[in-house]
C-alpha cells in the first residue's frame, strides 16, 4: 500500500492564483481531512470528510474549498491564495474517526 | 472548545538517559482518545502511542510509555534510552472521537545529546 499521498511536494503561487492539493489514500479509508501546520501553532483543521459525497468545515476553513467524489481521493483547492495561506498542509485518513490518522507527506506552499 | 497544552517548547537529553514531555488538556468529556505523533526533519508525522480514556492502562510502546492521570487531564509522555533517531518535534493530540479531527498541542522540540 502507498498510504496516504500528496502531490505537489512543495509549490509557490501568487497572491491570488488558485490551485488545488492532490491526496489520495488507498486503505479504503472512509475518514480523510486536511490540516495546516504553522510555526509555533501545531496543526489545525481546514475541512474533513467522512464518506464519499459528505464534507465539513474544520477550525480554519476559510479560502479552501474540498470535495469528495471517491473514497480515495480528497482534493483541496485554495480559490485566490493570500499570503497568509502560507504553510505547510498535510492530509490524513483514518478508518473511523476514533482511530489514530495516516498522515501524507505534506505539501509546503508559499504565497508571494 | 477543547485545548491541548504542551509546557516545553524544546527538551534536550542525553543519548540513553530517560525524558519526558508534558502535556495537559481541557475537556468536558469522558470518553476521548489521545495521541502522541512524532515529527522528525522528514516532516512526516509519526503515530508514536495512543491512549483511550477509558483504559485505566497506561499505554506501552517499546521505548515509549505514558502517564496519563484522568483526573488531572494530564497525558505525559516518556522515552526511555532515548536514540539519536528519536530527535524531532513531538505533538500530543486530542479527540473526541468525533468528526472534528484531532486538536494538537503546539510541540516539543526533543534535542538528543551524544
Known amino acids: 500500500n502507498a498510504g496516504v499521498t500528496q502531490t505537489p511536494k512543495f509549490q509557490v503561487l501568487k497572491t491570488g492564483q488558485s490551485m488545488t492539493l492532490q491526496c489520495a489514500q488507498d486503505?479504503?479509508?472512509?475518514?480523510m481531512s486536511w490540516y495546516r501546520q504553522d510555526p509555533g501553532m501545531g496543526l489545525r483543521l481546514i475541512h474533513y470528510?467522512?464518506?464519499?459525497?459528505?464534507?465539513d468545515q474544520g477550525e480554519v476553513p476559510n479560502g479552501y474549498n474540498v470535495s469528495r467524489s471517491t473514497t480515495e481521493d480528497f482534493p483541496l483547492r485554495l480559490l485566490s491564495a493570500a499570503p497568509s495561506q502560507t504553510s505547510v498542509y498535510f492530509c490524513?485518513?483514518?478508518?473511523?474517526?476514533?482511530?489514530?490518522?495516516?498522515f501524507g507527506p505534506g505539501t509546503r506552499l508559499t504565497v508571494t | 472548545a477543547q485545548t491541548v497544552t504542551q509546557s516545553q517548547p524544546e527538551m534536550s537529553v542525553q543519548e540513553a538517559e530517560t525524558v519526558t514531555l508534558s502535556c495537559t488538556y481541557d475537556?468536558?468529556?469522558?470518553?476521548?482518545?489521545l495521541f502522541w505523533y512524532k515529527q522528525p526533519p522528514s516532516r512526516q508525522m509519526i503515530l508514536v502511542i495512543r491512549?483511550?480514556?477509558?483504559?485505566?492502562q497506561n499505554a506501552t510502546e517499546n521505548r515509549f510509555s505514558v502517564n496519563f492521570q484522568k483526573a488531572a487531564k494530564s497525558f505525559s509522555l516518556k522515552i526511555s534510552d532515548s536514540q539519536l533517531g528519536d530527535a524531532a518535534m513531538y505533538f500530543c493530540?486530542?479527540?473526541?472521537?468525533?468528526?472534528?479531527?484531532?486538536?494538537f498541542g503546539k510541540g516539543t522540540h526533543l534535542i538528543i545529546q551524544p
Open positions: 490524513a485518513s483514518s478508518y473511523s474517526e476514533a482511530q489514530s490518522l495516516n
Open positions: 486503505m479504503n479509508h472512509e475518514y
Open positions: 470528510s467522512v464518506g464519499a459525497g459528505i464534507t
Open positions: 475537556t468536558s468529556e469522558s470518553d476521548y482518545y
Open positions: 491512549q483511550e480514556a477509558y483504559k485505566q
Open positions: 493530540a486530542y479527540s473526541g472521537g468525533g468528526a472534528d479531527g484531532l486538536t
